[in-house]
């Protein structure tokens, strides 16, 4: 039949012409964050053991530690790096780490325009009040009922 492409896509223009739009203004509005979203990362540096978990579980060896010990004995974190050019987000250090220090946060603006700005230095830069990321993050224990 001569004009059925026509209808055909008149109609898909008009059904979506109809639809809830979907383009969002940014960066004047702040889009939607799944609460499983994978961004940056947290580093509680008090929490941190210091077991090198998080480094043996990176594939690409993204994560570089470097530890000393404190007057008391105790371990302490003296360098704490992610180099994001190598990292997957796979979040397999975030998942390994025993203590649960070591967290995805929500923050999804991570371009840069230099290489050197890429690496994050979680010492430095704390990092502690961007909201969390729920994905792979440690399940509290439930408390026993009494």
């Known amino acids: 039949m001569f004009g059925a492409g026509l209808i055909k896509g008149l109609s898909l223009t008009f059904k979506v012409m109809f639809t809830r739009k979907i383009t969002e203004q940014y960066p004047d509005e702040r889009p939607f964050i799944d609460h499983r979203w994978r961004g940056s990362f947290q580093l509680d540096r008090e929490a941190c053991i210091c077991c090198g978990m998080c480094v043996n579980a990176c ?80 399940v509290p224990a439930r408390e026993e009922e009494a």
């Open 59 to 138: 594939p690409n060896r993204a994560v570089v530690m470097e530890a000393a010990k404190s007057q008391d004995g105790r371990r302490v974190l003296t360098r704490y790096e992610i180099d994001f050019e190598r990292c997957l987000v796979c979040g397999f250090c975030v998942e390994a780490c025993p203590q649960g220090c070591l967290r995805f946060t929500r923050e999804y603006e991570l371009a840069s325009y230099f290489r050197e700005d890429v690496a994050l230095d979680l010492l430095k830069n704390d990092n502690l009040d961007a909201p969390a990321s729920k994905y792979a993050q440690r």
